[in-house]
């Protein structure tokens, strides 16, 4: 079974300061993707990765993939009031297939305080 | 470009009484779809996807189920709700053939309050 932790759960963090958000998962996986949730709201997705020690950055976010160590983390940079939300990772389980049967972390709520 | 649409966006059902959710994909063809749990503060559970017409696996026993009476329909059903049912429920689609750099594509939700 495929299990997916992230911590921190909560995380409160003032305008301006740099913060990682971790994403550790079980077993084998060959994609991982960071989804963003405003309240009440549907997911948004972030990023999409696929291969060990890849990177993206989408603006004050950038993700990143260790494959071997079954981590990614999620990386805020210089944070602003509009990144408050909750962020999700979601693993594939296994290689290969053509569904996307994600088992997700449980998200962590990221608060920015001005 | 293509569109998820889901109803209802909010509903409030008795305990014992039926449900149907819809959701529908437009822009694309034979998608994968998928429909996805979500209890008040946690994760996502993935509570059954379908590859095609008629074709439903089913990833938790529980008292829902889900049909594909056609190409881009996807529908959850239960006959009696309980309390545990309530939560706000996703459907998600994915193209076919995979494209592994396209993510999950979620709709807006259905948030369900059983009383």
């Known amino acids: 079974e495929l299990k997916v932790e992230q911590n921190p759960l909560f995380l409160s963090m003032q305008e301006g300061k740099n913060y990682t958000i971790y994403c550790n998962y079980s077993?084998?996986?060959?994609?991982l993707y960071w989804y963003r949730q405003d309240p009440g709201k549907s997911l948004e997705s972030l990023f999409v990765?696929?291969?060990?020690?890849a990177v993206k950055q989408e603006g004050r976010l950038m993700a990143s993939l260790d494959t071997k160590a079954r981590l990614s983390t999620l990386h805020i940079t210089a944070a602003v009031h509009d990144l408050s939300a909750t962020y999700f990772c979601?693993?594939?389980?296994?290689?290969?297939?053509?569904?996307?049967?994600?088992?997700f972390g449980k998200g962590t709520l990221l608060t920015v305080n001005p | 470009s293509q569109t998820i649409h889901q109803w209802p966006a909010t509903l409030v059902q008795p305990v014992g009484s039926p449900l149907s959710l819809e959701c529908t994909v437009e822009?694309?063809?034979?998608?994968?779809l998928y429909w996805y749990r979500q209890a008040a503060g946690r994760g996502l559970q993935l509570l059954f996807y379908?590859?095609?017409?008629?074709?439903i696996s089913s990833e938790v026993p529980q008292n829902l189920s889900a049909s594909r009476p056609q190409d881009r329909q996807f529908i959850l059903s239960s006959k009696k709700l309980l309390l545990s049912d309530s939560g706000f429920y996703l459907c998600?689609?994915?193209?076919?053939?995979?494209?592994?750099?396209?993510?999950?594509?979620f709709g807006n939700g259905t948030r369900l309050t059983v009383t």
């Open positions: 822009g694309t063809s034979n998608p994968n």
């Open positions: 077993t084998t996986s060959d994609r």
């Open positions: 990765l696929l291969s060990n020690g």
């Open positions: 998600a689609w994915s193209q076919q053939p995979t494209d592994y750099n396209s993510p999950l594509h």
């Open positions: 379908s590859v095609g017409i008629g074709q």
């Open positions: 979601a693993v594939h389980l296994g290689s290969g297939g053509s569904n996307y049967k994600l088992t």
